[in-house]
Nanobody
Framework: QVQLVESGGGSVQPGGSLTLSCLGR????????LSWYRQVPGKERELVAK???????VYADSVKGRFTISRDDLKNTLYLQMNSLDSEDTAMYYC?????????????????WGSGTQVTVAP
């Protein structure tokens, strides 16, 4: 059974730090591009950061210089180190795994989402 399980969310004061983790099960973790998204009620889910299978990284402008995405394929785990948090970072954070490629001679596309972990930044 495929699972993505996020952890590490919580409440933190402005200027504080949190590290989110996302553990993947049931699929070949190292084959997948991995991303963190976030969503607040009433708004669309937005990309926070993405890391490819070759560890190329992309960040939203709003988090550049403050957040760091990383992956450990031996542990099947994706991370998001978040520093200098402010109230604008309050959201539900989701991890996503994406695969596109040839499997057994056929083109295959798979997308998996976790159920999210809440981050709240408040005094």
């Amino acid at each position: 059974q495929v699972q993505l399980v996020e952890s590490g969310g919580g409440s933190v004061q402005p200027g504080g730090s949190l590290t989110l983790s996302c553990l993947g099960r049931g699929f070949i973790f190292g084959w997948y591009d991995l991303s963190w998204y976030r969503q607040v009620p009433g708004k669309e889910r937005e990309l926070v950061a993405k890391i490819s299978t070759l560890s190329r990284k992309v960040y939203a402008d709003s988090v550049k210089g403050r957040f760091t995405i990383s992956r450990d394929d031996l542990k099947n785990t994706l991370y998001l180190q978040m520093n200098s948090l402010d109230s604008e970072d309050t959201a539900m954070y989701y991890c996503k795994a994406e695969f596109q490629g040839l499997v057994g001679g056929s083109w295959s596309t798979n997308n998996y989402w976790g159920s999210g972990t809440q981050v709240t930044v408040a005094p």
